[in-house]
Nanobody, 119 residues
Framework: VQLQASGGGLVQAGGSLRLSCVGS????????MAWFRQAPGKEREAVAR???????NYADSVKGRFTISRDGAKNTVYLQMNSLKSEDTALYYC??????????????WGQGTQVTVSS
């Protein structure tokens, strides 16, 4: 499985972006998928997750602002980010995990897409 993330950019605080993660190989619908982010000098953190059964989880810091979804036909997972804040600035990664290995284990990672929010 290879993952290609895109959609990052520079946006003003309060604005929106939609990140996309396209998977090749085995269809993303059979994987747990997640978005992570890492800001300079900080640990990588999980932002949002969608299970292979389409249940979703979010970090407290993004609840009500971010939405994760998938389009199985396009083998793509999205992260819609609204009401962006400067603290959302980070390199965002998508990840995929076979449910066989656990609900929160991710074997495959995309290359990252930069999100910068100006205040």
């Amino acid at each position: 499985v290879q993952l290609q993330a895109s959609g990052g950019g520079l946006v003003q605080a309060g604005g929106s972006l939609r990140l996309s993660c396209v998977g090749s190989g085995r269809t993303s619908g059979s994987y747990n998928m997640a978005w992570f982010r890492q800001a300079p000098g900080k640990e990588r953190e999980a932002v949002a997750r969608i299970s292979w059964r389409d249940s979703t989880n979010y970090a407290d810091s993004v609840k009500g602002r971010f939405t994760i979804s998938r389009d199985g036909a396009k083998n793509t997972v999205y992260l819609q980010m609204n009401s962006l804040k400067s603290e959302d600035t980070a390199l965002y990664y998508c990840a995929a995990g076979d449910p066989y290995y656990g609900d929160y284990v991710y074997e495959y990672w995309g290359q990252g897409t930069q999100v910068t929010v100006s205040s």
